[in-house]
């Protein structure tokens, strides 16, 4: 009797270790190394049909984000034909496992390659701020993309206005947004685009979209169990996709690399596209 309860064990211990090994696997090496498209189709009255790429969390350095991955994010980005690009925060790393630091100008370099015909438009993001956030945006400035950090920019697409506004960190750089918003002098839509969500709490339906990334989705989603870490005040309520709360939305991309550690599961990087329908198409 004692012999076959054993054998049963040994099977039984063997079989979590080699559920345990793919599992690993797949959160350390198989998941965080892929890349996706994701389109997400928002009800924001007053747009125009424009479809936005957010790029968020690049984190350059990390393990699976080297300079050739991130050349691919462009390549696949320009593949969208987007209208409009927003790069949402935190280029840089800082004490990632495995990782091994990659300069803003070669960061830079490799952005210059974005296309779209409203042009490309950053915020910085906590790690961009710990490190220089005064020299990653003279570097992205001087390649051609336009930071936004506590400031506005008045766009037009297909003959609709709209304003970006562009919000700090909400912990390395907070914006006060009623100064910023002060700079918009019509009642075009606002989109806010900024790194943190966290300050979405604050804002008022006047602004209505924004884009945010920095919580990586929780970079692991567990069944049962769900988010155990997503880095904002308000745990998992802005930690992925879209939200309306207040009579407005907010999306939160999770981002295409990892901080701390090189891990995600269930939580797969991606280039959000976000399109609005033209109005006769909305059955909202």
């Known amino acids: 009797m004692f012999f076959p309860l054993l054998k049963r064990w040994r099977i039984f211990l063997l079989t979590l270790l080699v ?37 968020s ?36 790393i800082q004490g990632v496992v495995g990782g091994s630091f990659v300069e803003p100008r070669e960061i830079a370099e490799d952005l210059r390659a974005l296309q779209a015909p409203l042009g490309v438009y950053g915020v910085l993001g906590n790690h961009d701020h710990r490190y220089n956030g005064k020299k990653i945006s003279q570097e992205f400035s001087r390649v051609g993309i336009h930071m936004l950090d506590h400031h506005t920019q008045r766009l037009e697409w297909r003959g609709v206005s709209f304003w970006l506004m562009g919000l ?52 692991c989603n567990f069944p049962w169990f769900g988010r155990p870490i997503v880095p904002s005040m308000y745990d998992d309520r802005y930690a992925i996709g879209l939200v309306y709360e207040n009579g407005h939305h907010i999306f939160i991309t999770p981002g295409i690399g990892t901080s701390i550690l090189p891990v995600r599961f269930r939580v797969t990087p991606e280039i959000s596209l976000i399109q609005f329908k033209p109005e006769e198409d909305r059955k909202d």
């Not at 997400?40 to 125009?48: D, E, K, R, V």
């Not at 350095?61 to 690009?85: C, E, F, S, W, Y």
């Open 57 to 92: 969390d690049l984190h350059v350095g990390a393990p699976h984000i080297t300079r050739t991955k991130l050349q691919q994010v462009v390549q696949m980005t320009n593949a969208q034909q987007p209208d409009l690009i927003v790069l949402l925060g935190d280029y840089v």
């Open 168 to 219: 700090g960190d909400f912990f390395k750089d907070p914006s006060n947004w009623r100064a910023v918003i002060a700079q918009v002098n019509d009642a075009a839509p606002i989109i806010a685009i900024t790194h943190n969500p966290d300050v979405f709490a604050e804002l008022p339906p006047r602004v209505n979209l924004m884009l945010a990334g920095h919580t990586h989705g929780g970079q």
């Open 19 to 55: 559920v345990g090994a793919l599992l690993a696997g797949q959160a350390f090496y198989v998941e965080p190394s892929r890349l996706i498209v994701k389109s997400y189709q928002l009800p924001i009255a007053g747009m125009p049909p424009l479809r936005i790429a957010a790029l």
